[in-house]
């Protein structure tokens, strides 16, 4: 049978592989034979692909049931290159999230509010210095908000110089 004795990774790829908004842990549910209970198996990919923890790459049986949740969603904002919704990654700090929003541009002021719901629903806003966010301990969450200040004088200068050289 050519699908028996293959493991997850290559049944992710026979299967055309991950989508970007994929997240990183699988769930592999498997009935046990002769039974109507199912365990369920959580797996990290990034430790199977990226630490080489060949142990997790779990060999698929027949009747296995394989569930790659999408990630959760992280939304960037003000002045960044690409602002957007961006798929959150495991462990996701704040400066890759603006890494992967394009980064900042020069008209970026000096302060991100990092925008999150509480576990009681509340929205809470804590204000990270631009050339503190590579030192801060703080991974985002799904639904978090990063938005990136301007800096009102350099907005201005782009301002200007927008309107200078458009007027042609």
């Known amino acids: 049978d050519y699908f028996s004795r293959q493991r997850l990774l290559a049944v992710l790829a026979m ?28 797996i990290d990919l ?13 060999e698929i049986q ?22 957007g919704s961006y798929p959150i990654k495991r462990n996701m700090s704040i400066h890759e999230a603006v890494v992967g929003a394009g980064g900042l541009t020069w008209y970026a002021g000096d302060t991100i509010k ?4 509480s576990d009681k629903g509340k929205r809470e806003i804590i204000a990270i210095g631009t ?7 703080i991974d985002v969450r799904d639904r978090d908000i990063l938005f990136i200040e301007t800096n009102p ?5 782009y301002g200007l110089s927008f309107s200078f050289f458009g007027t042609g």
């Open 15 to 42: 299967g055309g592989g991950l989508s970007e908004k994929a997240g990183t842990m699988v769930q592999v549910r498997r009935t046990l034979p002769g039974s109507d209970k199912t365990d369920t198996y959580f």
């Open 46 to 58: 990034a430790d199977v692909v990226k630490n080489g923890e060949d142990k997790l790459n779990m």
């Open 62 to 83: 027949s009747g296995d049931v394989v569930f790659v949740p999408e990630a959760g969603t992280l939304f960037v904002d003000g002045a960044v290159r690409k602002p």
């Open 114 to 117: 990092l925008v999150r719901l």
């Open 131 to 137: 050339d503190q966010m590579s030192d801060q301990n």
């Open 153 to 157: 004088v350099k907005q201005a200068i």
